[in-house]
């Protein structure tokens, strides 16, 4: 992805309160948090057999011979057997919004001006496993940002045209943020960067509106609906970064941007999605 940009790199004086010097920064520590191991598949234990067709261990789902670990397993399988499938129908989706999606054409444009390029070939297609740790959680990502790279669309995990642009505008907001202010992106210096480019990330894509909340995730919560997704969307986010300790420190660093990112809609003049 082409990520140089002319613009001045921050402290910018109308920069997000996170892209400001932070004279009280935390330097970078040797110290990384660690994560619960991964669980790998074994048939006695989840009723799952990789070696058997997949039509018997569906079948085997439906009756309740497989664990839900095992389902885990089993779905994991069938995204590496459709993976030329799941590409080709995330390029075509791809391309189409890259062409006609209002959001992602006008990221698009607000990035061309800042120098950068985004097109189908930084955009990249591609399956991303997902993870079962020992704690029982899942683990999985539409998709993805690299400031030297480009944006990842995980072509498994997208499950239709409006999810793809979705997802591609997130990344777009992050691409964008990256031209603007020169952000330390993975937050090896300072989260609050990371944190507040997920917070407008979330806020502007378009993931947390409320008919994708209560149709999509179950939501039904009519007050502070799209606040909330957003701060858990972002929590969830800066979790993933390796210098981020635990929930507790990922709730703090969001709690401390929050009103001044969360208030930023730039390049928008709104929030339209």
């Not at 040797?30 to 057999?49: C, H, I, S, V, W």
């Not at 890259?98 to 992602?104: E, Q």
Request: aromatic share 8%; proline share 6%; charged share 25%.
């Amino acid at each position: 992805m082409k990520m140089s940009s002319s613009k001045p790199t921050i402290p910018s004086p109308d920069a997000p309160t996170a892209s400001s010097p932070a004279t009280s920064a935390p330097s970078p520590t040797t110290d990384t948090p660690e994560f619960p191991a991964l669980l790998k598949n074994d048939p006695q234990r989840t009723g799952f057999d990789p070696k058997t067709q997949w039509w018997v261990n569906y079948f085997k789902i439906l009756t309740g011979s497989i664990t839900a670990e095992g389902v885990f397993h089993y779905r994991e399988s069938r995204c590496i057997a459709n993976e030329e499938r799941d590409c080709r129908t995330c390029e075509k989706w791809r391309d189409w919004a890259l062409r006609h999606s209002p959001t992602v054409v006008f990221l698009r444009q607000r990035i061309e001006a800042l120098n950068g390029t985004v097109d189908a070939s930084n955009v990249v297609c591609a399956r991303c496993p997902a993870r079962l740790t020992e704690d029982g959680q899942v683990h999985r990502q539409s998709g993805g940002f690299d400031p030297r790279s480009g944006i990842l669309i995980c072509a498994n995990e997208i499950s239709s045209q409006s999810h793809m642009e979705d997802t591609l505008a997130h990344e777009m907001v992050h691409a964008w943020d990256h031209l603007r202010w020169k952000l330390d992106f993975v937050g090896d210096k300072d989260l609050k960067h990371a944190a507040c480019t997920e917070i407008r990330a979330s806020m502007l894509s378009g993931e947390c509106r409320w008919t994708k909340e209560a149709l999509g995730r179950k939501n039904w919560t009519l007050t502070q609906q799209f606040q909330d997704c957003v701060r858990k969307r972002a929590v969830q986010s800066l979790l993933h970064r390796p210098r981020c300790k635990d929930d507790v420190q990922a709730v703090k660093v969001v709690n401390q941007v929050w009103d001044s990112c969360f208030s930023d809609t730039r390049p928008f003049d709104e929030v339209y999605r």
